[in-house]
Structure formats: C-alpha cells, structure tokens
C-alpha cells in the first residue's frame, strides 16, 4: 500500500504553490503527442509492475497504441497545474477520491465516456465506482485484525463496538492516525458508538471525537502509514488493531500469527482519471474501458492482492485468491464503500471535510 499512501500523503497538501515545486521536473519534459501514444502514470513497485503487465502490454497488443508508462505519484496538485498552464503530459493516472472528486468539480478532468463500454462489463462495476470523473482501477480496505496467538477466538472483538469495549475485550490496540483528515478512524469511532453502518454519512465530526474520547486511553499507537502498522503487526506488540487488508494479508502470507477480519471494513480505492485537455483523451478513454473489464481486473488482481472493482472478475479468479480481495462477494455484504463525496465538501468557511477533521484531530490528539 505504499503507493496508495503516498498519492494521499500529496493530495492532503495541495496546493497550487506545492505543485509548482513538485511538478517541476514534469513540466520540464513537456512535448507534443500528435501520434496518439499515451502516457500513463501507474505508480511504483510491485503495484506498477502489476499495471504494465495487467494493463498497459495488453492494451498495446489489442490497439497497436503505443503506451508509455510513467512511475510516479500523481495527485490534484500537479493535474491543476499541468491543467491551468495548459501542459498536460500526463494521459491517464490513478487518483484517490479525495483529490479526483475535487478536480471533476474544478473542471481538470475529462468526464468518462460510458457509451463505448459493453453493457455486461459497465452492469459488473460497482456503482459506488463509477464516477462522471473516474472509474476504479482497484478497491481497498481498512480492516480489524487479531493476533491469534495472543487472543482465543473468544476473546476477538467481532465489530467495532466491541473493540471499543475494553472491559469484555481487554488487550493492546492499534488505530490508524487521523492526522491527514482523508483517513482515520471516523467511521469505526461512529459504528462503536452505534450509528448503523448504512447511515453513517453525513458523519457527525462532534460524534466523531466524543466517541474517540472513549477509546484514546487504551490506544498504544496511532499508526500512520502502510509500513508502520506492518512492523508493528509483525512485532506481535499488538492484540487488536486495524489494518490495511493487504498488509495484513502479506503477512498472513507469510506465516505471521495474524488474522483479518472483513465484517465493518471500510473500502475505499483509486479512480483512472483523464486530465482535461491531454492531446490523446479519445485513446485514454479506450485505455481506462480496457482497464475494467473483467478479464483484466483479474489478471491485476491475480498479481497484486487488491479487489476489482468490476464483479465479473471474479468468474476468472481462483477460489483461494479471490478470497484474499475485499470486493469477494462473500464480503462486500459486511463492508461499507466510504462516501468520498462527503469528504470532499467544502463548508462556507472554505474548508472541506477532509480539512476540518484534519483540524481537530490536531487539537484533539495533543489533549
């Protein structure tokens, strides 16, 4: 998950002023593209690797377009400038909700043609993935995780309001760090304080912060990044924490006495988005339908361990790795899809949600 990390770490702080530092380098190798080939961002280590081959090489056989792949992160600060200063070098890129669903309102990106989707492929998408703006290129999760060495199956709390009960669920505990705004335990702090999981949105930030007020003492660490809760889960310090699902999995993998839980996951995921204005949108239209069809989510889902967001792909995964994805079937009933729409509104005092839980997260964790 470092990579999806990393592009959220960047939208947090954009900023028009951010981006001209950060896009220096991108903007220096500005050049015309009257051929048709594309340009596409798919990130670094093993998630890009999987995009090339998933992705980019079929893409290139099917059409003869060529693609060039670029490892880098991509978030809402350089599409801005790249977009305003009319450069666009980039023809398709992943970005999380936080920074595309801001960009489709600023008019930065290009709406996605539907209309050269198959229907049987377009009806295999789930709905909460489909934007006007983006289509996901692959789901993720937030999930609770067990020790199993250190908890009996009895003593595992089994949603989070029981993992807010430390007297009947005694044990260390793990919660991920609301410092950034986009992610933290908001939802969990809501579904311990018995708000149904299916009403959680518009989230109540007061709420939010009485009910964290509850758990704080009993939190050894707040962790920060994909790395971190994977050290410490692999320290074995932890009883019950929360996790990334591919993290935990990796480690599950590996033979580490961890075990994961799918029931109240939080799902978020990337969208493919098309930067408004690129010379090449009608080929980067037919590269982001090709890339969530079925066939090839399953071939991307088959070498990184992360969950289509086209259900058909599962009638070409294997049992045994299906199950390791959090959009199987079998979980989707128990995982609620956060709502990055809400995140992304913007009060009249400027502020975006994603913002205002940043804020008082800062005031709150010094207490």
């Known amino acids: 998950m470092k990579n999806i990390l990393n592009r959220r770490r960047f939208i947090q702080a954009a900023s028009s002023a951010v981006a001209a530092g950060a896009l220096s380098s991108v903007a220096t190798r500005s050049r015309a593209q009257s051929s048709g080939e594309l340009r596409v961002l798919v990130n670094g280590g093993d998630v890009g690797k999987s995009n090339i081959e998933a992705y980019v090489k079929p893409f290139e056989a099917e059409t003869g377009v060529k693609v060039t792949p670029i490892t880098q992160d991509f978030d809402f600060a350089k599409l801005e400038l790249m977009v305003k200063s009319n450069n666009v070098t980039i023809d398709v890129g992943p970005m999380a909700p936080g920074g595309a669903l801001p960009a489709g309102a600023k008019g930065y990106l290009e ?38 060495k250190k908890l009996s199956p009895d003593k595992r709390p089994a949603n989070w309001a029981e993992f807010w009960d430390v007297a009947k669920f005694p044990g260390t505990r793990f919660l991920v760090s609301g410092q950034y705004g986009s992610e933290g335990p908001w939802e969990e702090a809501l579904m311990a304080d018995g708000v149904d999981p299916l009403k959680l949105y518009p989230m109540d930030i007061d709420r939010i912060f009485a009910s964290l007020d509850n758990i704080k003492p009993h939190i050894r660490k707040w962790w920060s990044n994909g790395s971190e809760i994977q050290q410490l889960m692999n320290g074995g310090t932890g009883d019950v924490m929360n996790s990334y699902d591919g993290r935990a999995i990796s480690l599950i993998d590996k033979g580490s006495p961890i075990e994961i839980s799918r029931n109240q996951a939080k799902l978020t995921w990337d969208y493919w988005v098309i930067p408004k204005g690129g010379p090449n949108v009608q080929n980067a239209q037919r590269f982001v339908e090709f890339a969530t069809r079925a066939e090839r989510q399953a071939a991307f889902s088959k070498l990184y361990p992360e969950g289509p967001s086209n259900r058909n792909a599962f009638k070409l995964i294997a049992d045994d790795v299906a199950r390791k994805l959090p959009t199987h079937p079998d979980y989707m009933t128990k995982s609620i899809p956060i709502n990055g729409g809400w995140y992304a509104e913007v009060g009249s005092d400027g502020l975006s949600n994603t913002q205002r839980l940043a804020q008082r997260w800062s005031e709150w964790v010094l207490r």
Do not use: P
């Open 111 to 148: 709406k996605i043609d539907y209309s050269i989707y198959k229907k049987d492929e377009l009806d295999g998408i789930f709905e909460f993935a489909k934007d006007q703006f983006g289509v996901a290129s692959l789901i993720y999760s937030y999930n609770m995780v067990y020790n199993t």
